[in-house]
């Protein structure tokens, strides 16, 4: 059975910030202040529920669909792809496993991210999914390993050792420090993957992207993947139902 990825991209459906400490001064700050300004941007937030407009094309085929998101923080992300008022799939995310089923081929997996590490091109776990989609960079920041210039009005934070094969960067709003792009690069192997965010709206109190643009590209292939957010509630009640319906054919992943 051939994986239709589309339905595991319903799960980055999702964005969210704390308070930022204000600097005004952006020459003169230190990559030890952008960082610590940049982790206090973490999201403050129990549950998250909306609505996303999810657009994905390939070299093959362009489709569009709208989610409904729920999430409760560092837990469940959960995702519902419905056409016309009828289910066509359902995602649910959690730290130890990604689970879904669609209903046009009667077909579910459940299994680990290694999935996800295939398909994004590098190794990705709950914690960095979740904070990729959160505006919040996808690796821990050490100030004392990274440095920080001003480019273009925005701070440009990168190693100052970048591993073999390995290149990553990242640029920062300086009214939010919520980040603007950020790519990881493997030049050996044709590989990238490119995130840009589109501009920050406030939510009570907290900020979100109004779209996320995500790039994925290899040496035989190139994915798009743009998010539109349509309406974002904060600490609503929220539940989880998943269960996966009978007679469905598990999807065994190479």
Not at 8 to 26: D, E, P, R
Request: aromatic content about 12%; proline content about 4%.
């Amino acid at each position: 059975m051939k994986f239709n990825p589309l339905y595991f991209l319903v799960l980055l459906v999702l964005a969210s910030c704390g308070g930022t400490k204000n600097i005004t001064n952006i020459e003169n700050t230190s990559a030890k202040e952008v960082v610590a300004a940049h982790q206090a941007a973490n999201p403050n937030f129990n549950t998250l529920a909306g609505r996303v407009q999810l657009v994905y094309e390939t070299d093959e085929k362009l489709q569009s669909i709208t989610v409904s998101l729920r999430m409760e923080k560092d837990k469940n992300i959960w995702v519902k792809a419905s056409i016309l008022g009828i289910t066509i799939a359902k995602v649910l995310i959690t730290p130890t496993s990604v689970s879904y089923y669609e209903t046009i081929g009667n077909t579910y997996f459940e299994g680990d991210f290694a999935i996800l590490g295939e398909w994004i091109g590098t190794p990705i776990n709950f914690q960095q999914a979740q904070n990729m989609l959160l505006g919040q960079s996808i690796f821990t920041l050490n100030a004392s390993e990274y440095t920080s210039a001003v480019f273009q009005n925005k701070f440009k934070i990168q190693p100052k050792q970048q591993p073999q094969n390995f290149i990553h960067s990242l640029f920062l709003h300086p009214e939010n420090f919520k980040i603007a792009s950020e790519t990881l690069s493997q030049p050996k192997d044709d590989r990238l993957l490119s995130i840009r965010y589109g501009a920050y709206q406030n939510v009570d109190g907290q900020f979100f992207p109004t779209s996320i643009l995500i790039d994925t590209t290899d040496k035989s292939s190139k994915t798009k993947i743009e998010i539109n957010y349509k309406k974002i509630d904060l600490n609503v009640a929220v539940s989880f139902p998943f269960d996966i319906p009978q007679g469905y054919e598990k999807i065994e992943l190479n």
